[in-house]
T-cell receptor, first 116, second 116 residues
Framework: AQKVTQAQTEISVVEKEDVTLDCVYE???????LFWYKQPPSGELVFLIR??????QNEISGRYSWNFQKSTSSFNFTITASQVVDSAVYFC?????????????FGDGTTLTVKP | SQTIHQWPATLVQPVGSPLSLECTVE??????LYWYRQAAGRGLQLLFY??????ISSEVPQNLSASRPQDRQFILSSKKLLLSDSGFYLC???????????????FGEGSRLTVL
């Protein structure tokens, strides 16, 4: 069975601070996908990134970066120079690859509050 | 571009009443469709998914059912609501490709159900 653990329930930072959201996963699959989603107060989940298990390159997109380490089963998300608009609930998710990729297992989420 | 809509956005229903939540996708053909439920302060739980018209798979035994009468329409129903059915219901679609799928989910705005 798959499992995703986001140990940080809530994080509060002051604007411009860097913040890292942790995600640890468990799976017996050899090929899988990892995802991060953002849920702003409006409620709609927004897809941020997908990583394949066979591609451990880290990725940077603007102020966002992701660190995938297969050896520790972690897929952490860092926001650099946080802004108030980054306040949201962030979910890490895991799925089998290919045909069952939409059947994702989600963590319980980390609520990030960025204060001005 | 692809869009997904679900309605109603909010509803309050008495115990024992029926339920119908509707989701439609535009701008894509033959998507995989999903219903997830989010309990307060928790992650998302997959309820149903569909890979085609009339094809429904249930992930969790429960008081709910789903139907897909058209390629881009997905309906979540109940004949008699329970208090435990309260939650935030999210419909999502997933793109398909030659190798299976790209994995990431695109969510609707969500429907918040309160059963009293």
């Amino acid at each position: 069975a798959q499992k995703v653990t986001q140990a940080q329930t809530e994080i509060s930072v002051v604007e411009k601070e860097d913040v890292t959201l942790d995600c640890v996963y468990e799976t017996r699959d050899t090929t899988y996908y990892l995802f991060w989603y953002k849920q702003p107060p409006s409620g709609e989940l927004v897809f941020l990134i997908r990583r394949n298990s066979f591609d451990e390159q880290n990725e940077i997109s603007g102020r966002y970066s992701w660190n995938f380490q297969k050896s520790t089963s972690s897929f952490n998300f860092t926001i650099t120079a946080s802004q108030v608009v980054d306040s949201a609930v962030y979910f890490c998710a895991l799925s089998e690859a290919f045909a069952n990729a939409g059947k994702s297992t989600f963590g319980d989420g980390t609520t990030l509050t960025v204060k001005p | 571009s692809q869009t997904i809509h679900q309605w109603p956005a909010t509803l309050v229903q008495p115990v024992g009443s029926p339920l119908s939540l509707e989701c439609t996708v535009e701008g894509t053909s033959n998507p995989n469709l999903y219903w997830y439920r989010q309990a307060a302060g928790r992650g998302l739980q997959l309820l149903f998914y569909s890979v085609g018209i009339g094809q429904i798979s249930s992930e969790v035994p429960q008081n709910l059912s789903a139907s897909r009468p058209q390629d881009r329409q997905f309906i979540l129903s109940s004949k008699k609501l329970l208090l435990s059915d309260s939650g935030f219901y999210l419909c999502a679609w997933q793109g398909t490709s030659g190798r299976g799928s790209t994995g990431e989910l695109f969510f609707g705005e969500g429907s918040r159900l309160t059963v009293l």
